[in-house]
Antibody, heavy 113, light 107 residues
Framework: EVQLLESGGGLVQPGGSLRLSCAAS????????MNWVRQAPGKGLEWVSA????????YYADSAKGRFTISRDNSQNTVSLQMNSLRVEDTALYYC??????WGQGTLVTVSS | DIQMTQSPSTLSASVGDRVTITCRAS??????LAWYQQKPGKAPNLLIY???GLESGVPSRFSGSGSGTEFTLTISSLQPDDFATYYC?????????FGQGTKLEIK
């Protein structure tokens, strides 16, 4: 059974940093592109970042470029999102996802003073 | 970046109605399009992949069509469980994008 378990969310002040992690199991992790998708309270889905199966290539939404860094550890079946210079508008539920149909339950990031 | 324009943003309908949601891509994405259903407090649930492929376990009243830049999701006969929010998503490149969502409400 595929499982994606996000962690690392929490309350942080504007300008602060947070590192999200996603532990994957139930599939051949090293073969798949991994994504982070977020959803602000009461809003729609926004793709944030992706990383290739090998980790050699990374991709970001304009809203994340220069502030967020995605990485993966194929030996540990984990993908991470380092978020720096956080803004109030980064407040959202952050989902880890792969393929089209596999999503975690999300971890909540709240940026507030 | 590829922009996805989804319409309508809200749709009021009754049980048994046939409804259609449209998604338009800002450039040709072939058939690299998925449709999701999301209910409050839950992760999105995949309905359709590759524009018209029905995900396993999804009722056959859901169907998708289109290619290039114009896509539709059709629910042939609305059931009470179908009232939710629907999103399209293009995945023609690693930089994926979602439509703004369509909230399907009970009339």
């Amino acid at each position: 059974e595929v499982q994606l378990l996000e962690s690392g969310g929490g309350l942080v002040q504007p300008g602060g940093s947070l590192r999200l992690s996603c532990a994957a199991s139930g599939f051949t992790f090293s073969s798949y592109v991994m994504n982070w998708v977020r959803q602000a309270p009461g809003k729609g889905l926004e793709w944030v970042s992706a990383i290739s199966a090998s980790g050699a290539s990374t991709y970001y939404a304009d809203s994340a470029k220069g502030r967020f860094t995605i990485s993966r550890d194929n030996s540990q079946n984990t993908v991470s999102l380092q978020m720096n210079s956080l803004r109030v508008e980064d407040t959202a539920l952050y989902y880890c996802a792969y393929g089209n149909g596999y999503w975690g339950q999300g971890t909540l990031v709240t940026v507030s003073s | 970046d590829i922009q996805m324009t989804q319409s309508p943003s809200t749709l009021s309908a009754s049980v048994g109605d046939r409804v259609t949601i449209t998604c338009r891509a800002s450039q040709n994405i072939s058939d690299w399009l998925a449709w999701y259903q999301q209910k409050p407090g839950k992760a999105p649930n995949l309905l359709i992949y590759k524009a018209s492929g029905l995900e396993s376990g999804v009722p056959s009243r859901f169907s998708g069509s289109g290619s290039g830049t114009e896509f539709t999701l059709t629910i042939s006969s609305l059931q009470p469980d179908d009232f939710a929010t629907y999103y399209c998503r293009q995945y023609s490149s690693y930089a994926s994008t979602f439509g703004q969502g369509t909230k399907l409400e009970i009339k």
